[in-house]
């Protein structure tokens, strides 16, 4: 049984002031007893390679209590840090330190990796109002003083120095500033303001270089994924960006482990039934068939193998790993194709055999269909570091309709099941499921939709 928030707290204040002590000294009878804080974990090239990966309490509990939950619900997920304070814990939900508290006691004398969703950027997400953030445009000293240094305080407590930390930095945030700003048709003026302002690079910059100081912290950067900047105009653009804000606000290129891509999307992990050099009736697919629109990359392995090789050239050391979020990019179920779809055209030859069963490419928020993915893994192809469930499966992207809040929360048409579209989706139908609450609560039919078409299917 956990315990209740007071109690957990209480103890986790008792354990640290035993721990991060560097001696305890106790006079008796001429003898003196040393408590030391444990030793750092020596730095390896892959986090999760030999390690166990953090469950989640919190997460876990709510997974088991749902139909079909208790399959998955020893599966580790990430804990997202994603206002000022999370840190300290949201109620009665546990906070960072109770977090790594836990991860110690996980861990039990072997390798153990936590994941954490470093996500509080000024003017967050200037793209979607769904998942809006506490802090305004302009407000990147609270970012750095209130956010960024308390975690990077906490981290580096040597009571935690036995764990191999992976945080996730600010997903959603660097690829906006290649893809929806001007001259883009794409553009939003929220996105215009944090590309003139450089908060967004400050910031990232700012994060790894705390991050970066501390030996068993390893950063991944958020690079989108294979919808969003796998064109020939977005592809390289992103790589350059990324080396610009890793080497800001006194960071540097080693501070980053490596990128991640799909975050809280959808995009399948392999689309085995076509490829970007098909062509069909003499037409090649890559630039008739409306689903891939000219992308050189049609899922997100492909695309995660040959940004980190584009990444290398803009920079980063040749040893960076990718992740990709496998948490809801499985797409199993009834509607999951088992061959290539008809040669009568390129349209129905991508459509009939894609598994990514969305309306568009576009689509982001609590997309009706999808189901679990890949069960996170360490290293399982080339250049991957690990499949990991980054999202939490059963979380919210956003709300159904706009519901008050004072988490920084808007309500973006992209979530709301009747929305017909814009420029970013061409126009389709939004694809998301009714009834939604707001970004990262509780979304049980989602859950249990994600069970039902998990692919590779629940045993």
């Not at 040393?34 to 030793?39: D, F, R, S, T, W």
């Not at 730095?43 to 939950?69: F, H, I, L, M, T």
């Not at 935690?160 to 930390?165: E, F, M, Q, T, V």
């Not at 690079?201 to 994060?207: C, Q």
Request: contains cysteine; aromatic residues 8%.
């Amino acid at each position: 049984m956990r315990l209740d928030a007071f109690r957990r707290r209480a103890w986790s204040r008792s354990r640290r002031a035993l721990v991060s002590a560097t001696a305890l000294a106790l006079a008796a009878g001429g003898m003196v007893l040393a408590v030391a804080a444990p030793a750092s974990a020596a730095r390896v090239d892959n986090p999760y390679a030999g390690a166990e990966v953090y469950v989640n309490p919190e997460w876990s509990a709510k997974a088991a209590a749902e139909p079909g939950g208790s399959a998955i619900a020893d599966q580790p997920t990430a804990v997202w840090l994603d206002r000022i304070a999370a840190i300290e814990g949201v109620g009665d939900g546990m906070g960072l330190r109770d977090h790594l508290d836990e991860a110690v006691s996980q861990a039990a004398g072997q390798e153990l990796v936590i994941q954490l969703v470093i996500y509080n950027l000024p003017g967050r997400d200037c793209s979607a109002l769904a998942s809006n953030g506490e802090l305004k445009a302009d407000e990147i000293g609270r970012y750095k003083t209130e956010y960024i240094d308390p975690i990077a305080d906490i981290l580096a407590d040597p009571a935690y120095a036995g764990l191999r930390i992976v945080t996730v930095i600010e997903i959603d945030s660097l690829p906006n500033l290649v893809t929806n700003v001007t001259p883009r048709e794409t553009a939003t003026a929220e996105c215009d303001t944090m590309k003139t302002n450089g908060n967004y690079v400050t910031g990232v910059g700012y994060a790894l270089a705390q991050f970066g100081a501390i030996g068993n912290v390893y950063n991944y950067i958020d690079a989108g994924h294979h919808g969003w900047i796998g064109w020939d105009d977005n592809f390289g653009p992103s790589a350059t960006l990324f080396a610009q804000a890793a080497t800001a606000s006194g960071s540097t290129l080693s501070n980053v482990t490596g990128f991640i891509t799909n975050t809280a999307n959808y995009g399948a992990l392999k689309e085995p039934y076509f490829a970007i050099g098909d062509t069909v009736n003499g037409q090649a697919v890559r630039e008739h068939a409306k689903w891939i629109d000219w992308n050189r990359y049609v899922d997100e392995l492909s695309f995660a193998q040959a940004f980190r090789q584009r990444l290398v050239q803009a920079g980063f050391d040749s040893s960076i790993g990718m992740l990709i979020d496998t948490s809801r990019n499985g797409w199993g179920g009834a509607d999951r194709p088992t061959g290539p779809g008809p040669r009568t055209s390129p349209d129905a030859y991508v459509d009939g055999g894609r598994t990514d069963r969305r309306l568009h490419l576009g689509n982001w928020c609590n997309q009706a269909g999808a189901g679990l993915g890949e069960r996170p893994v360490a290293a399982p192809e080339p250049g991957i570091d690990a499949y990991a469930w980054i999202k939490p499966p059963g979380e919210s992207d956003g709300s159904s309709e706009f519901i008050d809040n004072d988490e920084g929360k808007g309500f973006d048409r992209m979530c709301d099941p009747t929305y017909e579209g814009n420029v970013r989706n061409q126009y389709n139908m939004s694809g998301a499921l009714p009834n939604a609450p707001l970004s990262g609560h509780w979304f049980s039919a989602q859950f249990q939709e994600l069970v039902r078409n998990a692919n590779p299917p629940l045993q």
